[in-house]
């Protein structure tokens, strides 16, 4: 047999025995620092207590909470059907069934943004798309959808349109009534301006 | 501001190195290649190609065998240094039934008619005319199964694995399977050509110049 041959042979052993050798590890698509930063500065990876209220209470089947606090914490208070991934747990397999889901928006909470956050730049980097961060996490979920504080009688009649969805949402949460003092309740007046009227028709 | 992502990394298309317009571009540079390779490794003489089937000339497993060893081996180092993701590459669904039915029937034409889909265009390339005829017959193959589909589409898709690889069906890590791979080929290279040195008599080994 031709001596060049046996020389291509024992190279391409050498390649493949090499093989057996690498460290294991885990290529993540690269994220470009500069565009991670753009990225971070943007608020579009925040959704408000409000919109997650409504996701569970709507049974939303496109979006799927997952609690990154540590697990003590998930199992004295979290929100239902939250999954619980520890922020040093991101990068087990468990974590990348949960997350790998096409076309299922992940919202990341802790008790504040911090941690969500974190997690949040770390699912980045591992090159998930769709995850997005509960902006305020569980304090803010407690101030305004477990006890949520009437706006003052002069807020715009949006603040109480979302004061009454928040009472709504906290005793669906909650299962307590609120008790909605009937003496307290106040009628608005609303005068109503008149609409100017369009010059229809006519030229 | 720079916002696009520098480093390379392949896939290129599905990763948007290169925009996916290009892909047919792509694909006729490869073709070109790759026909030019299959000329050059004498795959146009259908007496290589059914050689392997009487058992006394086996270039074709060979090259078939070394091209895919050199991917193989390749595509790992590749994904190991981070240069392709292993887990974006296509991976062709799996479907045993019509595999098995196919690969039969492939075979057959390969002794049939000394050529496969791809040498019965180098052949027609350097002008032979049994080439030619095949590539008639490729067409009508084509034209029939694509007209008998419809009958035969559940037993097509029958038995489907999906997109299987090694790794997930048998377990075995993708590194370690190469290895053993390369163990075979090598015992598949020396053993095939023993057998072509006992037929043919006076073997005329190629020499690297």
New interface residues.
């Given amino acids: 047999m031709n001596r060049n041959y046996i020389l291509l042979m024992i190279v391409i052993v050498v390649l493949a025995g090499g093989l057996l050798f690498l460290p294991q590890k885990a290529n993540y698509i690269q994220q470009d620092p500069e565009k991670l930063m753009w990225d971070i500065a943007q608020p579009t990876r925040y959704i408000t207590t409000d919109e997650v209220a409504k996701m569970i209470i709507e049974k939303d089947p496109l979006y799927q909470l997952v609690d990154v606090r540590a697990d003590y914490d998930y199992d004295m208070f979290s929100l239902p059907g939250a999954y619980n991934i520890p922020l040093d747990s991101l990068l087990t397999e468990q974590s990348d069934i949960i997350l790998d889901v096409e076309d299922i928006n992940t919202i990341l909470y802790s008790d504040d943004d911090l941690k969500a956050d974190q997690a949040w730049v770390i699912t980045r980097r591992m090159g998930y798309k769709n995850i997005y961060v509960m902006k305020g996490g569980l304090n803010c979920w407690i101030r305004t959808i477990i006890q949520p504080k009437e706006p003052k009688e002069t807020a715009p009649i949006t603040e109480f349109e979302l004061y009454k969805f928040r009472q709504g949402a906290s005793i669906y949460f909650t299962g307590t009534e609120i008790s909605l003092d009937a003496g307290e309740k106040k009628t608005l007046n609303v005068t109503r301006r008149k609409k100017e009227t369009v010059a229809e028709g006519g030229c | ?7 390379i ?1 392949g896939p290129l298309i599905p ?1 948007g190195q290169i925009a996916s317009g290009w892909d047919f571009v792509i694909a006729l540079l490869i073709g070109i290649a790759f026909g030019f390779i299959l000329e050059a490794s004498g795959f146009s003489s259908s007496r290589n190609i059914t050689g392997v089937f009487y058992g006394y000339n086996f270039v074709v497993l060979r090259v078939f065998l070394t091209a895919v ?2 991917a193989m ?1 390749g595509l ?2 590749f ?2 240094m ?1 240069w392709i ?3 974006l590459i296509y991976v062709v669904p799996t479907y045993i039934n019509s595999m098995v039915i196919g690969s039969v029937l492939m075979g057959l034409g390969f002794i049939l008619g000394g050529f496969c889909p791809g040498t019965s265009y180098t052949g027609i390339a350097i002008g032979k005319i049994d080439a030619m005829v095949f590539t008639g017959g490729l067409f009508l193959g084509i034209f029939l199964f694509s007209e008998l589909f419809p009958a035969l589409e559940s037993f097509y898709y029958g038995d489907s694995l999906g997109s299987a690889t090694i790794e997930d069906v048998f377990g075995i890590s ?3 399977f ?2 053993i ?3 075979i080929a ?1 015992i598949v ?2 053993v095939t ?1 023993l057998i072509e040195k006992r037929v043919r008599k006076t073997v005329n ?4 110049e």
Avoid: A, R
Wanted: proline share 3%; net charge negative.
């Fill in positions: 501001m720079d916002l696009i992502n520098t480093t990394m990763l060893v050199v081996i790992l180092y994904n190991y981070g993701d292993l887990n993708n590194e370690k190469s290895f791979f390369v163990i090598i290279f020396y050509w080994p190629y020499k690297f």
